[in-house]
Structure formats: structure tokens, C-alpha cells
């Protein structure tokens, strides 16, 4: 059974544009989430972070937002840029350091 | 301040052999963890070490198995290989308390032929 899912496997945007890439979980004692982003046969790159506690954080031009009551997370990355075309994980942890990952979502940014 | 370290990047081993891997965690970090990424079974879980002691384990045969030194470098052992072990497999550390960042090395690139 996957507890984090990310239902869209691949997302297409324009360079200055907004992309939109989704998370939802099912296992209500996650407490922090996480986003990387991957290149192929690389180790995921940290991005940003969120504590169940919160419902947006922002770093630079990417923003996190969660919806508990939904188990729904988002990260927003605004304007999008051709040099973020990776495969974007999100994460999450209630254990320790024992992370669960969703699929990942492979973003293209289309200059 | 040096990443997390993870040697050697790329080994090719045949069915039966057995294998280790290492890592070096950010300086500070206590906590080492690894994970393994397949095509088909995406990023999974598979130790955590803290202080040297196993804290978490995830949902793989007794074949894998880890241990943590004082130093808090680790090392992941894999025995009697099988094809189906072919994978990338990612070392990460953080300080060791929940709600802190975990941070990844690049991956040692494990082929089984």
C-alpha cells in the first residue's frame, strides 16, 4: 500500500510560468514533509521542507503548502525555469530519519 | 562544509558475490540512513543507523545488512547478490533528531550481472 503518492507522472510547463506539482499521504502520523529534486543515477538534491505544524513555507522561488485535513501537499515554483527539468520527489518522515517517498513527478520546462 | 560521501559511485558484481558499500556523513551528523532506487519499486527505505545502533529498519531480506561506526561512517553490506539487486543505492545523514533535513549523497551505482 503506497502512502504517498504522487498521481501525475510527468508535468509540462513554459520557462515563466507557475508549475504545480502534487503529493497526497495516507498515514496521518507523518510530521514532516520534504521535496527533492533528482537527476538520473544522482542523489536527491534537497529542497525544501515543511513541519506538519505549518501550512506554507517558502524558500526563494519555491513554496510548500500543506493541507492536513486533506493530506495534500503542494510545491509551487514560481517562475519556473529550464534548469528545474528533473524528476521531483516529495517525502515523508515520522519515524526517526526513515524516509517515505512518493513516485516522483518528472517536470519539463519548456523555454 | 563536504556533502555525504558515498563510495565506490559505480561496481558491477556477479550473482553470489556479496558487496559493501560506504558512506561518510556530513561532519556533526549522527544519523546515517540508505535507501535503495529501482525502476520498478521507486526509492525505498531500507536502515537507519543512530549512534551506531540500528534505529529503523525497513521491508528487505536479512541479505542486506548496515552497522555504523564511532566515527558515524557506515557501511551497507549486500550478500549473495541477485540480479534483481541491481539498483542505486543512496546513503543519508542529518543531525538524528526528527524535523531535521536529510541530506543525500550522489549513489553507488550496483549492477549484478
Known amino acids: 500500500d503506497q502512502q504517498v503518492k504522487q498521481n501525475s507522472p510527468s508535468l509540462s510547463v513554459q520557462e515563466g510560468r507557475i508549475s504545480i506539482l502534487n503529493c497526497d499521504y495516507t498515514?496521518?502520523?507523518?510530521?514532516?514533509f520534504l521535496w527533492y529534486k533528482k537527476y538520473p543515477a544522482e542523489g536527491p538534491t534537497f529542497l525544501i521542507s515543511i513541519s506538519s505544524i505549518k501550512d506554507k513555507n517558502e524558500d526563494g522561488r519555491f513554496t510548500v503548502f500543506l493541507n492536513k485535513s486533506a493530506k495534500h501537499l503542494s510545491l509551487h515554483i514560481v517562475p519556473s525555469q529550464p534548469g528545474d527539468s528533473a524528476v521531483y520527489f516529495c517525502a515523508a518522515n515520522n519515524a526517526g530519519n526513515m524516509l517515505t517517498f512518493g513516485g516522483g513527478t518528472r517536470l519539463m520546462v519548456k523555454p | 562544509k563536504a556533502g555525504v560521501t558515498q563510495t565506490p559511485r559505480y561496481l558491477i558484481k556477479t550473482r553470489g558475490q556479496q558487496v559493501t558499500l560506504s558512506c561518510s556523513p556530513i561532519?556533526?551528523?549522527?544519523?546515517v540512513s540508505w535507501y535503495q532506487q529501482t525502476p520498478g519499486q521507486g526509492l525505498q527505505f531500507l536502515f537507519e543507523y543512530f549512534s551506531e545502533t540500528q534505529r529503523n529498519k525497513g521491508n528487505f531480506p536479512g541479505r542486506f545488512s548496515g552497522r555504523q561506526f564511532s566515527n558515524s561512517r557506515s557501511e551497507m553490506n549486500v550478500s549473495t547478490l541477485e540480479l534483481g539487486d541491481s539498483a542505486l543505492y543512496l546513503c543519508a545523514s542529518s543531525p538524528g533528531t526528527e524535523g531535521n533535513t536529510i541530506y543525500f549523497g550522489e549513489g553507488s551505482w550496483l549492477t549484478v550481472v
Open positions: 498515514n496521518s502520523m507523518f510530521d514532516y
Open positions: 561532519s556533526g551528523h549522527r544519523s
